[in-house]
């Protein structure tokens, strides 16, 4: 009699228990996808190919108002190696307030973008730590190349040198300003 009335007990609750509102939980918060130059820095650290994309997707989309672009002086641009940021710095001291040489944004080689798309990009590894990028981009309705060489930086992948359409090095011309200025 006694398991009789334990099994029926036992019957009753789990049966209550199946009949009660599901307690409900608050839906897990919803991360905002990463934009700008967080996005870019996001990239830099999964592979080369992810950053370049980031980078040309900024240029085709800028965020307004980037907090992470507003604090960027020059020779101190977290997407440059160290030795480009040195470079852009040299240059920048050297105009001595005038304009300095690098007074555009070499990722779109523009200082406006309008109409910016990438249209076909081909990675190149160069060993663990190193690699080109052969992008080709429209901006203000014309087709431009240019190749990106890469370099990881502790856990980011970072630009080394632009490289024109027409093989000029954006670190070679750099280089030539600071040993002139330090002559």
Same mark, same amino acid.
């Given at each position: 009699m006694r398991i009789q009335a334990m099994t029926a007990a036992a019957v009753l609750v789990l049966t209550a228990a199946a009949c009660s509102p599901a307690e409900e939980k608050a839906p897990a918060p919803v991360e905002? !996808?990463?934009?700008?130059r967080a996005a870019i820095y996001a990239a830099g650290e999964q592979n080369a190919e992810a950053f370049v994309r980031a980078l040309y997707a900024n240029a085709a989309a800028p965020l307004a108002n980037d907090p992470a672009a507003a604090s960027i002086t020059p020779g101190r641009d977290p997407l440059y190696t160290r030795t480009l940021n040195a470079l852009v710095g040299a240059d920048f001291h050297a105009a001595k307030g005038?304009? !300095?040489?690098?007074?555009y944004d070499p990722i779109c080689a523009c200082q406006d973008a309008d109409g910016f798309a990438l249209t076909a990009l081909k990675m190149t590894p160069d060993g663990d730590r190193a690699a080109?990028?052969?992008?080709t981009f429209?901006?203000?309705?014309q087709t431009q190349r240019q190749t990106l060489k890469l370099a990881k930086e502790g856990p980011m992948w970072r630009i080394a040198d632009v490289i024109d359409g027409q093989g000029q090095s954006l670190h070679d011309a750099l280089m030539a300003i600071a040993e002139k200025a330090e002559g």
């Open positions: 905002a !996808p990463l934009s700008g005038e304009v !300095p040489y690098l007074n080109s990028a052969e992008v429209t901006n203000h309705g």
